[in-house]
């Protein structure tokens, strides 16, 4: 098949919240990379970005796809991902819906332009298919990376599994472009446990999509030259004076991370709130997000057959990070356990700062550089913090 | 839209900043070249004006003789990086984006693309102007990379032979032996072939200049844009000093310019036949234009 940028397809196009929650619904089995690309498939992208790496390019790959059959105007593989982030910023300054994903050493060698995205309010979806970084290098899932994205103003969704990843992504390009938002969002998810694998999504028709990008209805004109009022220097460097430079960029910045603070109702509305709970009355909490997240599920599971007071919260949005949310939810708890996939503990200590009483967090446990996490280690940490013995067979 | 988007109601006027209605006024917007190109500078308001660089600085000049050049100011992009150079383009009256260190290239592939996309059938012109740091080191794989692929943009390299921004630094293109900052010892490679490089990447048009010639670099910065809207990518390799890191008195910087322009920055054109195709025949239609003009005027005297 030749790719063919003229070519429309007939597609019904709808708003996201028909699309999210009345849209008629069909199972299938596929990989959490062709999840997100049938979610980039539905979202009416305009033009697409691509740079591989290993476990992302399947998900580039598969949007190459489905530009190649007109679903997207345009589609390039660019010269790396410095070069990508950066054309990202371009085409988003001329108005256009823009995708892209990358993974741990991509993600950092492109970081220096996705840093920048918010302030220069790109609405672009970035996928964030997590790989190890640091030395030695290595291919394997590890979720490090999240921790350099958290600072730069972007909101971050974390999807557990391939029906999270769809939806996650569909969703984003309808939060990154709310007037009162316009930042990009990042949607990430665990390479290959779930990038790889397969799972069930129940997945909207392949001829229904969302309504398409508008340019005007943004809180800044694309640099267009179109658009009255002239908007000539909105992005020239802040640099006049010492004062004007530290005024303009600190109340630049304010108004970026009270954008992503203003997302999170978007995040009520489209995917039901940034945490999911259960059993909200227990004595330990379970806190996970990510792939982490199903295996702290299991081990809920397990714990419920046991009989054991324990609650699972899993965590949607990571920036806005749900504080109150999650400080409401455990008020009550003696304990909170805190199940990752990195080294440093990231979600630990966000959970941590949220709540009052941090002392009660366990940290870990943790897996890294591609570990998966036996829930057997939860359950371990499950019977620790109700004084109950465990005995760990691995 | 283009003209329409700086066009302020009428009523609106008396309340807008007097130089930007000036600029409405009496700007290049919407005016040929006779009227408001680089032969009538400092006879129409300019869209770059005031600056904050260096008094004699040539970049300076041959900045504002870019913007005076333009043949379609109304509807171009402006993209640069770190560096004096983007102290006057971002004060231009052309939008202008600043992404990150030498990615200006990369973000023009970005928005030329974009801009084809929304604007089939329009005429938006993207140019990167920025230094001999940004354009072929920090940012060489992005400018190689957008000219490989063929984006139809037009890079225009202002080489003052130096980082003057940060304070003086050696570059790829400051010239070997050249005693600077970070190359204390003299720097001990050559100058990076730009334009062989641009024409190996497949630039279909490239130039070295030494700008002293007013005329021939406006001519030259528009070959440059029109070749890149229809045949591909365009490259500027021009000659601005710094006199301040080299030390050139003021007075002597068009001196320096013109005798760089005998020795090292011998003026060197390549087109390919596609691109002297768009050049003939645009030229053909300017000069048809212009005698069309003409003729009206004579007859209106009469
Ligand atoms: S430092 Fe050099 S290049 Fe920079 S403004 Fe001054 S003279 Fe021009």
Avoid at chain 1, 127 to 132: A, D, E, K, Q, S
Avoid at chain 1, 274 to 291: H, M, Q, T, W
Avoid at chain 2, 19 to 48: I, R, W
Avoid at chain 2, 100 to 125: H, I, V
Wanted: net charge negative; charged share 25%.
């Amino acid at each position: 098949m030749s790719p063919n940028p003229e070519k429309k397809l007939e597609k019904t196009l709808v708003d996201i919240n028909y699309l999210l929650k009345e849209a008629p619904r069909e199972k299938h089995f596929i990989t959490g990379a062709q999840a997100m690309a049938e979610a980039v498939k539905r979202a009416s992208v305009d033009m697409a970005i691509a740079y591989p790496i290993t476990p992302q390019s399947e998900v580039m790959h598969l949007v190459g796809d489905i530009y190649a059959q007109g679903h997207i105007k345009e589609y390039y593989r660019a010269e790396e991902e410095l070069g990508t982030m950066s054309a990202i910023a371009g085409a988003a300054r001329a108005g256009v819906r823009l995708f892209t994903a990358t993974s741990g050493p991509g993600l950092l060698r492109g970081l220096e332009a996705i840093v920048s995205w918010p302030g220069h309010r790109v609405p672009a979806v970035l996928g964030i298919l997590t790989r190890v970084i640091n030395a030695p290098l290595s291919i394997q899932p590890d979720n490090i990376e999240m921790a350099y994205m958290m600072h730069c103003g972007a909101v971050m969704l974390h999807a557990e599994n391939q029906q999270d990843t769809f939806d996650f992504t569909l969703a984003a390009f309808a939060i990154a472009e709310k007037v009162d938002v316009y930042i990009p969002v990042a949607v990430a998810t665990e390479g290959f446990f779930v990038t790889h694998a397969k799972g069930y999504v129940d997945m909207t028709p392949e001829d229904m999509a969302l309504t398409e990008f508008d340019p005007v209805a943004a809180p800044v004109p694309a640099m267009d030259n179109e658009t009255p009022p002239a908007r000539i220097q909105r992005d020239a460097p802040v640099q006049k004076s010492n004062f004007m430079s530290y005024l303009i960029h600190a109340v630049w910045q304010q108004e970026i991370w009270d954008s992503n603070k203003r997302a999170m109702k978007y995040i009520y509305e489209y995917l039901g709130g940034p945490i999911e709970v259960k059993n909200p009355e227990s004595e330990v909490f379970l806190i996970a997000s990510g792939c982490a997240a199903a295996q702290a599920r299991e081990a809920w599971r397990y714990a419920q057959e046991a009989g054991l007071s324990v609650g699972l919260i899993k965590v949607r949005a990571i920036r806005p990070f749900p504080i109150d949310e999650i400080r409401d939810t455990v008020k009550n708890a003696k304990s909170i356990i805190v199940p990752e996939h990195n080294i440093i503990g990231w979600l630990c200590k966000e959970v941590k700062a949220a709540i009052p009483n941090g002392g009660i967090v366990t940290e870990g446990p943790r897996v890294y550089g591609g570990m998966t996490l036996p829930v057997e280690l939860i359950m371990k940490e499950i019977h620790n913090s109700l004084g109950l013995e465990y005995d760990l067979k691995l | 839209m283009s003209l329409k988007y700086i066009t302020p109601a009428e009523r609106f006027k008396k309340y807008l900043p007097k130089d930007y209605v000036e600029l409405v006024d009496y700007g290049p917007f919407g005016k040929t070249q006779e009227e408001a190109g680089p032969g009538n500078m400092g006879q129409f308001k300019e869209l770059v004006e005031e600056h904050p660089m260096c008094s004699g600085c040539w970049m300076a000049y041959y900045i504002r003789l870019i913007f005076a050049s333009l043949p379609n100011p109304e509807d171009t992009v402006t993209l640069g990086t770190a560096g004096c150079g983007r102290l006057a383009i971002s004060q231009a009256a052309v939008p202008f984006i600043y992404g990150n260190y030498g990615d200006q290239n990369a973000m023009a592939s970005g928005l030329t693309r974009a801009f084809r996309l929304r604007f089939p059938d329009k005429t938006k012109d993207v140019i990167t102007i920025a230094g001999d740091g940004g354009t072929m080191d920090i940012g060489f794989s992005m400018t190689m990379h957008s000219w490989i692929r063929g984006e139809k943009f037009t890079t225009i390299m202002l080489d003052n032979e130096v980082y003057g921004n940060t304070g003086g630094q050696s570059s790829g293109m400051s010239p070997q032996g050249a005693v600077l900052k970070m190359a204390p010892k003299g720097k001990d490679f050559g100058k990076m072939p730009a334009t062989e490089l641009a024409r190996a990447a497949g630039c279909v048009y490239t130039v070295r200049m030494s700008p002293t010639n007013i005329k021939k670099a406006a001519k030259i910065i528009r070959r440059a844009i029109f070749v890149a809207r229809e045949v591909g990518p365009t490259f500027i390799h021009a000659y601005t000093s710094c006199n301040i890191e080299y030390s050139i008195p003021t007075h002597e910087v068009f001196a320096d310019a013109k005798a760089q322009e005998k020795d090292r920055f011998t003026f060197e054109e390549y087109m390919t036949d596609e691109a002297k195709e768009v050049i003939e025949r645009v030229e053909a239609e300017e000069k048809a234009a212009r005698m069309a003009r003409k003729a009206q005027k004579t007859e209106a005297v009469n």
